[in-house]
């Protein structure tokens, strides 16, 4: 159970904003979730995607919903709404930059690495 304490309550689910091979993988494993509402887990992010899109819903994800756990964003996405990325800093729900097939993980550009190195002095 998400620690209450900090807001962690009745977040269950993991959301996930990303290309089509990482989704369908995700979504495989069982992380997928529609509300009665209609209201999906995740979003199918391809060249036609507009940023305003991914912005709102990463907004939806983190802000509105008190149902997400954790948020994925692969990385590459992520470079397209940077600074809301960089700005993060709620613990729930807690965001995590992701690889996704054809675009390799890059430590230098993860937002919770560059607080961590910035909170040890490097």
């Not at 397209?80 to 807690?94: L, N, Q």
Request: charge should be negative; glycine fraction near 6%.
């Amino acid at each position: 159970m998400a620690n209450t304490r900090l807001g962690g309550k009745d977040r269950t689910l993991i959301a996930t904003i990303g290309d089509e091979d990482t989704i369908t993988g995700l979504l495989l494993a069982g992380t997928g979730h529609i509300t009665q509402k209609g209201d999906k887990n995740f979003l199918v992010v391809d060249s036609k995607t507009s940023v305003e899109t991914i912005q709102a819903t990463f907004d939806e994800f983190t802000t509105v919903r008190d149902d997400i756990a954790i948020v994925l964003i692969n990385q590459h996405i992520a470079e397209k709404i940077r600074p809301s990325v960089d700005k993060y800093v709620a613990a729930f729900p807690a965001l995590l930059e992701i690889p996704s097939k054809d675009h390799p993980y890059d430590p230098d550009k993860d937002s919770v690495l560059k607080r961590v190195r910035k909170l040890f002095g490097e």
